[in-house]
């Protein structure tokens, strides 16, 4: 393989980051305009300097002034300071208040300084011979030069120096510190040792010891410094920090133990002292490294490159879903048997290399393998299944025929995307001439659902409902493909529950035909946003293929659902139809009002959605009705189109009550609703009535469905005849659970969580045969730790973590890392840190090269630069952003255009950055719109100087000629800013180029994040980490920045969920009891699942207690301690006891919310923003989010006294308004 375009692009890029941020720019004897200081934000020393006299605050200039004109720039400082070591700066930070929305990791304030020194830590062997130490640096005098005009500027020359010393750290048992080596005039290496049984532990330190005066003139400081440490032999002798095959390993955590022993050949051989460092670690015959370095380093600008992570290799194994759609029994073992066979053999080699592992690691290699061979068997379970033919190869079929459908379609519409002009047909085309790797199986895809297709057929499977039941947690790197995998699983479940029809169970017969099957829940609206779209396309092929076979597929359709929070989605029918409405008969109405309306393209063929044309309202049925924009009857579900239908989708809320959809889409937050809205008992499968012109019937139903019967009706020209409202069924629950980025169920958002899975477990099981039947549990995650305990607190299960990492994390058999080559590069990663230097000065200096930097590359390599002409902010805070936000449309826009040399402009004097967001504070119309137009390139012929040049040439000659200006494609994004709603859902194959801003809350995050860019592998991402260097965290990570990023999928922090803390408990326990009564108990009459029906607990207590009972006993398999199962029971009786109390005094007139109008009614809940009655009604509060913590307050402040609303206690002090003076 040839090394890509981008890939020589990204290189030269990196290059001119160091040559503008670090220098020399222009070779080691270089001249430049103005001071080093100006000119360099990173790599210098600053001199010591002594000022006793100084009083007063210390202060640091922020013009930003042009350093060609004046010799200073954003770095430069005010020599008026008080003398300490280094040059004193203020930290940019401003103190912490109430509303940042971040956890702060922060040094000291006030004086923090320029360093005057740097260094590295690293390790010997006792025996080691004398270290040869290389310092080198620049000095840079002053001197004034004329220009052309005979204005005089000052200019700089580098005089480059090297020095070298000898080290000898023989002949020291205890701590010393050698004396001082002077290398140079003021220039010194300090060496300290540590000698230990068999190592020296060495610290080395370059200072710049030069004092003087306050002026501290840039001749005395050092720039460009670096140390580099080798033996005097040039043997490789530097030891490792950490090395797990030792025999004193002395590790206890039994995770911990694994992942040393699978990152075990990824070694750390120095730790930076201010700069970062890097080695050079000799490697065998084989590839891996000899674990000695040759050398160590230090760099302020340290480098890591993460490899891409592939699917391994199916062999022989069938793949193609095509091929797959048209199985026969007899076939499956022929098409399954290889893979099976394959990893058993892989396994075989993994018990050989255990073998040769010390003893120490034995037992834990031991284990690993065993977790794997439990794989191989239930991988051979599910080939067994699918050749004894039935529902569940039936069921495949339709799998395979499904996802080959939505893989195919996807691509049709991801071409038409980017290309208006593009015709379906023609797309059709181009995407099918591609063969069968267009829709094919990666090997761990179809691993993954050969294992859970046992489990998906039979109800009553042991690894679903028995003993073995766990989470199924898919574990594979960001953009490898686990959403195929999943979704090709929910396909798999809509049909085998088709097939199976009606479920005998110990509850009655449940039907399959229709109902929610498939649960898949997400924490951040624009993630659920953008798998909607993925899903929908799913959903679209199974619907085209259920009516082409009504007889075996049913006569219900195939649909999908979204259900999110009223601000992303409406609420009721009736709001969708105002916003239709306006959106219909205003131009000047905006479709971002039209919440409605969650796709801006249909996913069946990429055609736009037209908000006025497109979307339409069927009053009598009370639907929403979203039609492909196509005009040329070429998509089905156009409004002409094939299909008996529009697009499958629902988004408002009473539709999806009604009409529940087969595959649903939610945020983990509007769970916390089924307390007060009973309606959503449907989704669980617990219905009373179905009324064949509008759906499943609740007593709370709103709209025009009251009586039990409706009169023939027209609407637009469709009859809809007499119907009569009947008695339903309870249909089947969720059979499948799928929980996406896992990760992100944490913290107090995972406590909430896990409260409430209590109810949501409850509600989705069934009894068979005396066996408690619960739905199949998949989770997906690219970054965890301490799964098995954050499993087992959310879902009262184990986990079981597929693939299997088994010994080393480069090879799990279904997946690999590439070795890193220009020909197969990764993601790299590029740490910066600008110290002394405030923290927005650096990134809008930072900001301002990147920016020049792609204009030039797009100007010398033309498209291939692309992926890098759009700059990824991420950002930990929304505050943070919004700040960056400012300096990019003011300081940045004038530098990119101002004098910008040695780059070309990036715009000029009347264009303006281009600047989009990703973050809570935008519409959900808004985040699509951003995310297609990131899939915008820049192009040479448009976007180059050049380009950009003869159009407005064009232009102007247009103007002058009063002809049309000529076309120009939408101007794509130059800088995009995000916050934590970036990690996910994400996938823009462009993006090559992400900036982080400051060091991410924690490690998760910061791969999620960055994992944005490069995800094509043609188009490699580079991430460069800008470290504020006042957070001693974001320090830490800088000064072990290789080794950090190297293995940054083994420092994931350990996730933490409490919810059967005495807090959680508190404040969830009623929400908990409230949904499962208000779903479980709907009945046609007498029931707890009305608005009005809370008074029934009079006659219901039996029914609350069992509910009670299933509820503990369903918290005893999530806690340790039985005295926490205790403790929730006697909380959910004391509330049941309560509630039966108030229903008592209130006298039928208890409801749950809602106050009929015109009727004296007592609600039961209360919301955390309501006043409370009395202190022991707190036991009634009930969340409307599960990210709810206190209540919010409005404060509304007005200058005139008379406004405002204040009712002043009578014993307090009299107060007025002071009146404004001039």
């Known amino acids: 393989m040839s090394v890509s375009p981008s890939t020589i692009v990204r290189s030269e890029l990196i290059a001119l980051i160091e040559r503008e941020l670090l220098g020399p720019r222009n070779g080691n004897d270089e001249e430049i305009m103005g001071t080093p200081r100006a000119a360099y934000a990173v790599g210098g020393l600053a001199p010591v300097t002594i000022d006793p006299n100084q009083v007063g605050p210390l202060q640091a200039t922020d013009d930003g002034a042009d350093p060609n004109e004046t010799g200073q720039g954003i770095t430069d400082i005010d020599p008026t300071t008080q003398g300490q070591r280094g040059v004193p700066v203020l930290t940019d930070e401003e103190p912490s208040t109430a509303d940042d929305d971040e956890e702060r990791d922060e040094g000291p304030k006030g004086a923090l300084t320029f360093p005057s020194s740097m260094g590295l830590r690293f390790q010997v062997p006792r025996g080691c011979d004398v270290l040869i130490v290389t310092a080198s640096w620049g000095r840079y005098a002053s001197f004034r030069k004329e220009n052309e005009e005979g204005r005089k500027f000052q200019w700089s020359k580098r005089t480059p120096v090297e020095k070298t010393a000898q080290l000898d750290v023989r002949g020291h048992d205890e701590h010393v510190v050698l004396a001082p080596i002077t290398l140079d005039d003021d220039v010194t290496l300090r060496v300290e040792l540590f000698p230990r049984t068999d190592r020296v532990i060495v610290e080395l330190a370059l200072s710049n010891d030069r004092v003087t005066g306050m002026d501290a003139p840039p001749g005395d400081w050092l720039f460009q410094t670096k140390l580099r440490v080798e033996a005097e032999s040039g043997e490789a002798v530097f030891l490792p920090t950490r090395d797990v095959l030792v025999a004193d390993y002395d590790e206890v955590d039994e995770e911990r133990q694994r992942l040393d022993l699978q990152y075990r050949h990824r070694l750390e051989f120095a730790i930076g002292r201010t700069a970062s460092v890097t080695w050079d670690e000799p490697v065998d015959e084989d590839g891996n490294g000899i674990r000695l370095a040759r050398s160590v380093e230090t760099t302020w600008l340290p480098t890591a490159e993460v490899p891409q992570t592939i699917a391994g290799s199916a062999g022989a194994a069938v793949p193609s879903m095509r091929k797959l759609a048209e199985l026969e029994a007899e076939q499956a073992e022929a098409a399954f048997g290889p893979l099976v066979e394959g990893y058993l053999e892989w396994l075989h080699g993994q018990q050989a290399a255990a073998d040769e592992l010390p003893e120490h690691l034995r037992d834990i290699a031991v284990d690993a393998i065993a977790e794997a061979q439990l794989v191989a068997d239930r991988l051979a379970e599910g080939v067994q299944l699918l050749s004894q033919g039935g529902e569940a190869l039936t069921a495949f079929r339709f799998m395979n025929r499904a996802m080959r459908d939505q893989r195919i379609r996807s691509q049709v519409a991801a071409k038409r995307a980017a290309d208006d002009d593009l015709s379906i047909d023609d797309a059709l085309s181009a995407v099918e001439a591609e063969g069968d790797k267009t829709a094919s199986w990666r090997p761990f895809q179809l691993a993954f659902i050969l294992l859970q297709l046992p489990a998906l057929t039979d109800p009553a499977h042991p690894y679903r409902s028995g003993h073995a039941a766990n989470v199924e947690l898919l574990f594979f790197p960001t953009g490898g493909g686990k959403t195929e995998a999943y979704l090709g699983l929910a ?45 929908a396309a799913l959903v679209c092929a199974a619907e085209l293929i259920r009516q082409e076979d009504p007889a075996t597929w049913g006569e219900k359709p195939f649909s999908i659902g979204l259900w999110v929070g009223s601000a992303v989605s409406p609420k009721r029918y009736t709001e969708a139809e105002a916003q239709v409405q306006a959106v219909r008969s205003n131009d000047s109405v905006r479709a971002f009002g039209l919440t409605v309306l969650q796709l801006q393209r249909c996913p069946w063929c990429g055609t736009k959605i037209d908000p006025k044309r497109d979307v339409h309202t069927v009053k009598t049925r009370e639907r929403i009705a979203v039609y492909c924009g196509d005009r040329h009857d070429d998509c089905p579900f156009a409004i002409d189109g094939d299909a008996d239908g529009p697009l499958p989708i629902t988004t408002v809320d009473d539709e999806i009550y009604r009409n529940p959809p087969t595959f649903l889409l939610a945020t983990v937050d509007k769970f916390a609703r089924l307390a007060r809205e009973g309606e959503a008992a449907s989704l669980f499968g617990y219905v009373a009535e179905w009324c064949p012109r509008h759906g499943y019937r609740h007593p709370d139903s709103h709209g025009s469905c009251p009586g039990q019967s409706h009169n023939p009706k027209s609407e637009n020209g469709v009859s809809y005849p ?242 049309p200006s000529p076309s120009s494609p939408e101007r794509p994004y130059d800088v995009v800013l ?70 940054f999928y083994a420092q994931v922090e350990a996730l933490s969920v409490t919810p059967y803390s005495e807090t959680a408990m508190e404040r969830g326990l009623m929400g908990v009891l409230v949904s499962a009564a208000r779903v479980a108990d709907l009945r046609s009459g007498g029931s707890l699942s009305p608005e009005r029906g809370a008074g029934e607990i009079l006659s219901k207590m039996p029914v609350v207690e069992d509910l009670i009972d299933q509820l503990v006993a369903r918290a005893t398999r999530a806690v340790d301690d039985a005295g926490e199962a205790k403790r929730m029971r006697d909380k959910l009786v004391q509330r049941m006891d309560r509630w039966h109390d108030k229903a008592a005094n209130a006298s039928g007139a208890l409801v749950y919310e809602r106050r009929p109008k015109k009727e004296v009614s007592w609600p039961l809940l209360i919301s955390p923003e309501d006043t409370l009655p009395s202190v022991a009604d707190r036991v009634f509060v009930v969340a409307n989010s599960m990210r709810e913590v206190q209540p919010e307050i409005n404060l509304l402040v007005s200058p005139s006294a008379n406004r405002l609303a204040f009712k002043e206690p009578l014993d307090s002090p009299e107060w007025h308004i002071p009146e404004v003076t001039t």
């Open 491 to 535: 396909a798999f479940t809509f049909a085998v529950r088709r097939l199976q029809g009606d479920l005998e169970t110990d509850d009655g017969v449940l039907d399959g035909r229709d109902g929610v099957a498939v649960l898949m829940r997400y924490t951040l609206r624009l993630l659920t946003s953008q798998q909607f779209q993925r899903a």
């Open 722 to 963: 007499k119907v009569a409202i009947q008695p339903a069924r309870r249909l089947r629950p969720p059979d499948l659970i799928i929980q996406d980025e896992l990760h992100l169920i944490t913290g107090a958002l995972g406590t909430a969580v896990g409260v409430f899975e209590n109810a949501v477990d409850l509600l989705s099981s069934y009894a068979q045969k005396g066996q408690n039947v619960r739905p199949l549990v998949i989770a997906s995650t690219a970054t965890v730790r301490n799964a098995e305990n954050q499993v087992r607190a959310l879902y009262g299960r184990g986990v079981d973590v597929f693939p299997p990492q088994v010994l080393d994390v480069r090879d799990t058999f279904f997946s690999s890392e590439k070795k890193v080559t220009d020909e197969d590069p990764g993601r790299k990663y590029l740490g910066i840190c600008a110290h002394g230097i405030r923290l927005t000065l650096a990134e809008i200096r930072l900001s301002e090269v990147l920016l020049l930097a792609g204009q030039k590359l797009l100007d010398n390599h033309g498209d291939s630069a692309d992926p890098y002409m759009t700059t990824v902010g991420y950002f930990s805070a929304t505050r943070e952003l919004a700040g960056m936000r400012r300096y990019l449309d003011d300081d940045v826009t004038m530098r990119v255009a101002g004098n910008t040399e040695p780059f070309p402009k990036r715009t000029n004097d009347f264009a303006r950055l281009n600047i989009g967001e990703l973050t809570s504070r935008i519409s959900a119309e808004d985040i699509s719109k951003t995310l297609d137009r990131l899939a915008l390139p820049f192009t040479r012929e448009r976007w180059s100087t050049h380009g950009k040049q003869a159009y407005a040439k064009a232009f102007r000659e247009a103007v002058e000629a009063r002809k």
């Open 978 to 1047: 995000a916050t934590s709603m970036l990690q996910v859902g994400v996938d823009v194959p462009r993006l090559g180029l992400m900036l982080v801003v400051g060091q991410p809350k924690n490690t998760a995050e910061y791969i999620q994040a960055s994992s944005r860019v490069g995800r094509d592998a043609r188009k490699p991402g580079l991430v460069v980490s800008l470290a504020n260097w006042a957070r001693p965290r974001d320090m830490a990570h800088f000064e072990q920045f290789r080794h950090y990023h190297e293995t």
